[in-house]
């Protein structure tokens, strides 16, 4: 006996087999059961979604002795007339082949003949939008007022090229693609029955192939019985399907988003040398990059995807190398290109046009890149080490600012409130400056004025305080550019801060470069005799270990807003 393909040898025969059309179903059934019989029916939806195996099975249906729950029985003498090909009263006819006026014409004088075998005379015409304008306008009037004991039933993938005379006289039903879920346990039951074994991997991968078609998903799964005859792998299916190598894929990809353009161009030679059209490997690659968007942002990927463990480990790593807006940039450039190739002479410059484009999101200028851009450094400052801000010595500056600007108001009582809050200072210094503080008529406006006073009046130390080292060392910085032969000096001072701790200024340098050029030639003196009109300081070069230039600056900040208390 000649080989039954699967979608045939397993096409429903009841309204219980029907799978992913439960709408349909029901209404269908509750209409047997009710004996509510339309005349006209139209079904809609992609192929393989089941129209005509439900009209089949709606035609059995109505024709049923003795219908179980709206399904035909399939043991009456009805159903039994019906099993038999060569019956008279359901007619199926492919209104591809048949779409001529003439063909109608014939539908419509057979008509009025009755049944034979059973109560209804069923007429199912497949493709109908094929049908020319003349053909259509035939069957109107049939279509309208039809024999008490015939029923039309429509099928169409296009519903949007019946004209609105017809679609006006049929009842719609639109069938929906098929989960892929459902898809796949179909798959399972089938080949569970006829003993192939499987990984549930392979499965899905078929399940996934057919797209919401039964039909696409049974020639697929039909295929890959007859691969080996071990356990169907999820590689298997792969070479069934003609699928880009996965790992091929992968090294695009990753190279895409390592921006190594060598390696991307190198990757795709591999992959067209092996003789893969260049349509098949955008589609592939845009699969690809869609499901690493998945792996990115769904955190039950796994389960979504249905992949190998090794083969997702492996796309989880690259996934993590960028961020989503980056996956997302790179797969609407892949798919945006589909178009192009179809018009173009030159597919091969379009795809690689697009991957180094989709590789160099820095040489980009149009709004997606630079989101892209923004998102990779919005992610490296998420990243730092709050040990890379010197922000709790900001806050503790404030806090002392404050105060500092509190003490000049008070007045004597509440003045010892500030000293306690001070470590190891002594109450009678800070008394004594109180009546200082009382004299300055200023006091209220400016916590800084108040600070000068004290510090000149107690002498406990030179200006060194009050003085601003960013002030100082833009001073300094400004000088040099008008100095002979200190040009490089001053150019590379100007990317340099510095800090002051007790009479030593560090300029703080972060490379190796920086701290030669200042430790050449006369450099350092001459900075030292420029910051000297600021005060006796020592000049040091702190070279960049981060635990000192903190510790420096804290120092300064410290200095700097907490002397009023300090100074003694
Ligand atoms: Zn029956």
Redesign the pocket.
Request: charge should be positive; glycine fraction near 6%; aromatic fraction near 0%.
């Given at each position: 006996m000649a080989y039954l393909a699967l979608y045939r040898r397993f096409r429903p025969t009841n309204f219980d087999k029907v799978i992913g059309q439960d709408v349909i179903v029901k209404t269908l059934t509750n209409q047997i059961m009710t004996d509510k019989i339309g005349h006209a029916y139209l079904f809609c939806g992609a192929r393989g979604t089941g129209k005509t195996s439900l009209a089949k099975i709606f035609a059995?249906a109505v024709?049923?002795?003795?219908?179980i729950n709206g399904s035909?029985?399939?043991?009456?003498?009805?159903?039994?007339s019906l099993n038999d090909p060569s019956n008279i009263d359901v007619i199926e006819m492919d209104a591809a082949s048949n779409n001529k006026v003439e063909h109608v014409r014939e539908i419509r004088e057979n008509v009025q003949y009755p049944p034979i075998n059973v109560k209804y005379k069923v007429y199912i015409i497949d493709e109908v939008h094929m049908l020319t304008p003349e053909a259509f306008n035939a069957l109107l009037k049939t279509l309208e007022e039809p024999p008490k004991h015939a029923i039309f039933i429509l099928a169409t993938t296009e519903p949007q090229k019946l004209p609105a005379t017809i679609l006006s006289r049929c009842m719609r039903f639109d069938f929906r693609l098929i989960e892929t879920k459902k898809l796949h346990d179909l798959v399972c039951e089938i080949y569970d029955e006829i003993g192939k074994e499987y990984t549930d991997e392979a499965v899905t991968a078929i399940a996934k192939a057919g797209e919401g078609s039964v039909r696409d998903t049974l020639s697929v799964a039909d295929l890959c019985v007859s691969i080996g005859d071990g356990k169907l792998s999820y590689n298997d299916v792969l070479s069934v399907l003609g699928a880009t190598d996965l790992n091929k894929l992968n090294d695009i990809v990753k190279n895409m988003f390592l921006g190594n353009i060598g390696g991307v161009l190198t990757a795709t030679d591999e992959l067209l040398a092996l003789g893969k059209s260049i349509g098949v490997l955008v589609k592939d690659l845009a699969g690809y990059l869609r499901d690493l968007l998945v792996v990115k942002t769904c955190k039950t990927a796994k389960e979504i995807l249905s992949l190998p463990d090794d083969r997702f480990e492996t796309m989880l790593s690259t996934a993590n190398m960028v961020n989503e807006v980056r996956i997302l940039r790179s797969l609407e450039i892949v798919s945006g290109i589909e178009n192009a190739l179809r018009f173009s002479t030159q597919q091969r410059n379009v795809l690689e046009s697009a991957l180094l484009k989709a590789s160099t999101p820095e040489n980009d200028g149009n709004i997606d890149a630079l989101l892209s851009r923004i998102k990779t450094l919005e992610d490296k400052i998420k990243n730092l080490s709050s040990e890379d801000f010197i922000k709790p010595t900001k806050v503790e500056v404030t806090s002392t600012v404050n105060k500092v600007e509190v003490a000049p108001v008070v007045t004597k009582e509440q003045a010892p409130i500030v000293k306690e809050e001070k470590p190891k200072e002594q109450l009678p210094p800070i008394i004594e400056t109180k009546p200082i503080i009382k004299e300055t008529p200023k006091v209220e406006e400016k916590p800084i004025i108040v600070e000068e006073k004290p510090a000149q009046i107690t002498n406990v130390e030179p200006i060194k305080p009050s003085v601003d080292a960013r002030r100082v060392w833009g001073t300094i910085v400004r000088k040099l550019r008008t100095m002979p032969g200190k040009t490089i000096l001053w150019v590379a001072c100007q990317e340099l801060s510095a800090t002051i701790s007790g009479n030593t200024l560090y300029i703080n340098v972060t490379g190796e470069s920086e701290k030669n050029l200042l430790l050449k030639d006369d450099n350092l003196l001459v900075i030292k005799e420029l910051a000297s009109s600021f005060g006796d300081f020592d000049v040091k070069i702190n070279d960049g270990s981060e635990g000192e230039v903190v510790q420096n600056q804290k120092d300064r900040v410290s200095e700097f807003f907490s002397d009023t208390v300090e100074i003694k």
């Open positions: 059995k024709n049923c002795l003795q219908p035909p029985c399939g043991k009456c003498l009805a159903c039994q």
